[in-house]
């Protein structure tokens, strides 16, 4: 394997929709500061001739738009053949499962829809389960979004659309009735309302120092949970910060006669030495994977590169991650500093194109993984500390971005499943007053809390959305399982 330094290029793709109504930098190279208050609040409600509040309740897929499997077929190629059919099966668990697998097929979905023309530095894959928790370079739990694969400026509107339909299949698996569904859809629309009319009315930095800790989180949302769910959040945030680099070493490796090398778990966990034939085939691997290091080290900021400096690595894995991410690249690098109760365990995990850029144009960015690096420290408020990235050319010949940070540190996601519809209400109102506060970040809250106005009309029609949206789900969840069960799609259920 060979690499390349991180790539500084500059792509930029076409504008999105009507350029007059595009106020980020990423498009015009003018940022909101650049109108005044009341022309950017203007401008928000002169979106509604664009795209009226009640038109986001529409959704029909275009007849002539390519089938769903078709569009993840596409993707196929780019991924590991051997591990497709675990893609496949973990997709076909439940129309959720499935939903979290298909942020493609949505993609081209929302295309088609009633846009703003406003964008902000999108998430591009939105669902409940892409937020959670995880520890602050202070040491303090957060909760914010967690996964940027797909991030790339665009339409606000596109992701509060995939969290909005996220939580009413989650609440139909939970077999919620229709009442409580709407009700938990609205309400999450309501609050990205609110919050992101809260937002407008901040300075720029208070709205970028925003920010959920755990602490927070209990005290403005505890009151609206049970007794028992407290209790389970709080064993949560326990178990959270049990998750770190001394815990992945129990878990994911062993001490040999060759030093610490991590434990084979096939084919989700595949180490060097079993990637590479022989131990003396790995050897030489390993030797070559310190070039690999450098060139991530030199995608960190100088103060990060002395505390990576302390660290040697050991060794590498491929591993299985996810479930849309299954197939994609994913190694796990074992590193130690003074000795084996000093370790540090670090993801590469591959980046694509987003699934947006065919639809809002191409990333600005040559890396892909660079393209995630930088949506995830705009988006989040805090981002790990060893968040970098690289190009590395040896995989079948040819040259792919990778995006790295640390595969533990007091990461947690929630357990939707046992959710009842309290528990959902609640943490779809902390996703979306999460992703308004993303989004004021890097877009234009003025502007787009002046076209929300204080009405409910948008958080009514986002209800609408998603119930459409969530049947047009099940039946593309319903091709799916017939095609495995015709033979045309291969899938393995049981990883």
């Known amino acids: 394997m060979r690499g390349s330094p991180p790539s500084g ?9 009507d350029a007059s109504m595009v106020l980020t930098t990423e498009r015009t190279g003018a940022g909101p500061e650049t109108f005044t208050r009341e022309e950017r609040a203007a401008l928000g409600r002169a979106a509604r001739s664009v795209a009226s509040r009640s038109s986001h309740a529409e959704f029909a897929r275009d007849p002539a738009a390519p089938e769903p499997l078709a569009l993840l077929a596409e993707q196929d190629p780019t991924r590991v053949a051997q591990l497709l059919p675990i893609r496949y099966g973990r997709m076909s668990v439940s129309p959720f499962t499935y939903f979290r697998g298909a942020a493609l097929p949505m993609a081209s979905d929302l295309a088609a829809t009633p846009q703003t023309g406003i964008t902000v530095q ?21 909760f914010d979004i967690n ?60 709205v970028w120092y925003a920010h959920a800790d755990a602490e927070t989180v209990q005290a403005l ?10 209790r389970t959040m709080a064993k949560n945030v326990a178990k959270a910060q049990s998750r770190d680099n001394l815990r992945s070493l129990r878990r994911f490796a062993e001490v040999t006669d060759t030093g610490v090398r991590i434990v084979p778990d096939p084919p989700i966990v595949l180490p060097l030495a079993n990637l590479a034939g022989t131990e003396e085939d790995a050897n030489r691997v390993r030797d070559q994977l310190h070039d690999l290091v450098e060139l991530y080290r030199a995608s960190l900021e ?38 084996s109760s000093d ?86 109102r902390l996703c979306a007053w999460t992703l308004a506060r993303a989004h004021a970040r890097t877009g234009d809250d003025i502007a787009i809390a002046a076209y929300l106005g204080r009405g409910d009309t948008f958080d009514r029609a986002i209800g609408e959305f ?18 495995i069960g015709s033979g045309a799609v291969e899938a393995d259920t049981t990883r």
Request: with cysteine; charged share 30%; proline share 4%.
């Open 466 to 483: 998603a119930s459409a949206y969530a049947d047009q789900n099940e039946r593309d969840y319903g091709a799916l399982t017939a095609a």
């Open 302 to 339: 100088p103060e990060r590169r002395a505390l990576l400096d302390r660290y040697r690595i050991v060794d590498m894995a491929h591993k299985v991650v996810g479930v849309g991410s299954v197939g994609t690249r994913c190694w796990i690098m074992l590193m130690l500093g003074r000795d």
């Open 9 to 17: 290029e500059d792509r930029r793709g076409p504008a999105i929709h």
């Open 343 to 428: 370790p540090l365990f670090l993801q590469a995990k591959e980046a694509n194109p987003s699934v947006l850029e065919r639809y809002a144009g191409r990333s600005r960015y040559g890396n892909a993984g660079r393209r995630v690096v930088v949506g995830q420290r705009l988006m989040q408020t805090v981002s790990d500390i060893f968040l970098g990235w690289l190009r590395v050319t040896g995989f079948d010949d040819r040259s792919r971005d990778f995006y790295v940070r640390q595969l533990r540190d007091w990461k947690g996601s929630a357990d939707v499943a046992s959710f009842d519809p309290r528990d959902m209400r609640t943490y779809g």
């Open 221 to 230: 949302y505890g009151d609206k949970i049970g007794a028992q769910r407290r």
């Open 147 to 206: 996964d940027f694969d797909e991030t790339l400026p665009g339409p606000w509107e596109w992701d509060v659309k995939r969290l909005a339909a996220s939580l009413e299949i989650a609440s139909r698996d939970n077999e919620f009735t229709t009442q409580e569904c709407r009700g938990i859809v609205v309400g999450a629309a309501a609050e990205y309302r609110r919050a992101m009319r809260e937002f407008a009315g901040l300075p720029a930095l208070q």
């Open 122 to 142: 999108a998430c591009g894959d939105a669902h409940l389960m892409n937020f959670g928790v995880f520890a602050s370079p202070e040491r303090r739990l957060v």
